[in-house]
C-alpha cells in the first residue's frame, strides 16, 4: 500500500533553516508528481510546493518562493524540501502528498515551529 513518511521538523528561530523528507514507499515513485502541503492551527490545508515526476518542473506558493526549494531523489523514493530564512508564519504542520490512481495520499504530517 501507497506510505508517506515525513520527518525532519522541529522548532527554529526566525531566520533558521531546516529540510524535511518524506519517504516513499508502496507505488512507483518516479512516475509521480510530488507536493508539500501545510496547515496552520485554525486554518486550511495549503499548497507549499510540487514537483513533476523526473523533477524538471517544480511550482510554489507565492508565500514560500525564494525561500524554499523542492526536490526529489528517485532513486531512493524520497521527496525533500529545504527551508530557509523561515518566518514564524511558516509554523505548521507540513505534508507530503500524492495522487495515485485517483486517490490523494497523505504521510502523517511532521510539525515546523518558527519561533524565538
Known amino acids: 500500500q501507497v506510505q508517506l513518511v515525513e520527518s525532519g521538523g522541529g522548532l527554529v528561530q526566525p531566520g533558521g533553516s531546516l529540510r524535511l523528507s518524506c519517504a516513499a514507499s508502496g507505488f512507483t515513485f518516479s512516475n509521480y508528481r510530488m507536493s508539500w502541503y501545510r496547515q496552520a492551527p485554525g486554518k486550511e490545508r495549503e499548497l507549499v510546493a510540487g514537483i513533476s515526476s523526473g523533477g524538471s518542473s517544480t511550482n510554489y506558493a507565492d508565500s514560500v518562493k525564494g525561500r524554499f526549494t523542492v526536490s526529489r531523489d528517485n532513486a531512493k523514493n524520497t521527496l525533500l524540501l529545504q527551508m530557509n530564512s523561515l518566518k514564524p508564519e511558516d509554523t505548521a504542520v507540513y505534508y507530503c502528498?500524492?495522487?495515485?490512481?485517483?486517490?490523494?495520499?497523505w504521510g502523517q504530517g511532521t510539525q515546523v515551529t518558527v519561533s524565538s
Open positions: 502528498s500524492a495522487r495515485v490512481s485517483g486517490r490523494n495520499y
